[in-house]
């Protein structure tokens, strides 16, 4: 049996997961159970067990296990050197999610500046790990990538709407369900990204992309990286404007101390996609069978 998950055919198993994550990003500090989680989702512990392992990747024990992002904090402990060695080797090579290689393309200035005028934007809500995501691309590729609870696709599809009032959006479910499956079921294979920001924001995001998962790095390393020091708060701005969650990893920025800090999609939600990738790291090669 393929391990590709279709994301049309299984929705109802995407939907249980996401709820199932954001109930143990809520409530990780209680380190609730097998049978808690299991139930918040109203499944049987083997049931939910198989399929949290299945869908998410990893086992649910791993994953609360590193909900505390204790590990974060002690990356940033070994000092900015580790940080800037990450960035340095990433921005010197494709960008890699899982087994996706992502082909980078950016707007240029002058379109961007038309606010999308005469670009078409095709688009789908589709259930993943984090909740209800919208997807967004262009013919260039995926310009955008948002995240909500299930009733919030109004104020969502609004959202990313503005940040390109004049683009001519269209829904394609087929299409977007297709990237969906290609980023959240790990379907391999090469993924195109439209970037579509002003000069200085695509430089932030391409940053962004350097990091490897696993791996952190703080908003004053980045502006560093990218030769500007003095720019972290600059950086910050640029990171909260990108249209691109978790593909472009905005969430793998951290306050200097280690905190979470902002988030435009919610901090619980940050913190599950940082848990994700670390219990990811810590379980390759992938089990099947809770630890």
Known sequence: MSN?????????NWRRMGRAIRYLSAHYLDQPS????????????FHFQRLFTRYV???PKNFVGHLTLDHAKSDLAQGKNLLETSLDAGLSGPSRLHDLCLKIEAMTPGDYAKGGAG?????????SP????LILATAK?????????EGEEKRIFADMRSRWPKANYREAHALTAKIAAQIFAKSAGDLSVHLMGTPWQVKVWQALLAIPPGRFSTYGVVAERIGSESAARAVGTAVGRNPISWLIPCHRVLASDGSLNGYH??????RAMLALEA???SERPRTSAMA
């Not at 097998?34 to 512990?45: F, G, K, Q, R, Y």
């Open 57 to 59: 990747g990893v086992s």
């Open 265 to 270: 999609w919610g901090l619980e939600r940050k």
């Open 279 to 281: 219990a990811s790291q």
């Open 141 to 149: 590729g995926v310009c955008g990538l948002a995240f909500g609870d």
């Open 4 to 12: 590709v998950l279709s994301f049309d055919e299984n929705d109802a």
């Open 34 to 45: 097998l049978e808690d989680a299991a139930a918040a989702v109203n499944l049987s512990p």
């Open 130 to 133: 984090f909740g209800i995501a």
């Open 119 to 127: 670009v078409e934007i095709l688009y789908g809500f589709h259930p």
